[in-house]
């Protein structure tokens, strides 16, 4: 099993190599699993997993990562503050690693005064986000924006030379 590869992992390490710390692992399973017998060993451990809920055990369990909730909050304020955006979209995968995200970008948004205008679940092995952002962003449908179109030989103020020049909509 994963954690018989890990307890002897950590008793080479430990008992064969006589590192003095461990930097690692990167899950919250893991960390968990080591965190309890490096307390034992009494051999230091910092954690790389940004799970919120990461149990430390005693004196010997540190954490390295920015948890979700940090790294989305500063995402938030980067974008309101940095881009001066007002309004976001967000896509994230349908696990429980993207609703717990969803969960606290919502939040981090939402304080930060951005409205989000669409939401997009995708299945975690999706690799080709291209058709989700053109239907997110309306230029999957560049027919039906096409009065943002200039007439021809003409430039207006709010209107684009061609279909390939539409902004995103958000």
């Keep these: 099993s994963s954690n018989d590869s890990l307890q002897a992992a950590l008793n080479k390490l430990v008992n064969d190599e006589n590192v003095l710390a461990v930097i690692g692992p990167v899950t919250t399973a893991a ?7 490096a307390e034992l060993m009494k051999v230091p451990v ?27 909050s500063r995402l938030a304020k980067f974008i309101r503050s940095d881009l001066g955006a007002k309004r976001v979209a967000m896509m994230f995968p ?3 690693y993207g609703w717990d995200a969803a969960k606290l970008a919502k939040e981090s948004f939402t304080r930060e005064g951005l409205e ?7 299945a975690p092995e999706t690799t080709d986000f291209n058709d989700p952002l053109k239907e997110m962003t309306r230029l999957d449908i560049p027919r039906a924006r096409a009065e943002e179109v200039c007439p021809k030989n003409q430039v207006l ?8 020049d539409l902004n995103p909509v958000l």
């Excluded at 960390?31 to 309890?36: A, D, G, L, R």
């Excluded at 989000?116 to 995708?122: E, G, N, Q, R």
């Design 157 to 164: 103020v709010g209107c684009v030379k061609s279909l390939n």
């Design 46 to 72: 910092i954690s790389l997993a940004p799970r919120e809920n990461l149990t430390m055990y005693g004196s010997y369990s540190f954490r390295s990562a920015l948890t979700l909730r940090d790294q989305i």
């Design 94 to 96: 349908e696990n429980d």
């Design 31 to 37: 960390s968990q699993f080591v965190f309890e017998r």
């Design 116 to 122: 989000i205008k669409h939401a997009k679940v995708y």
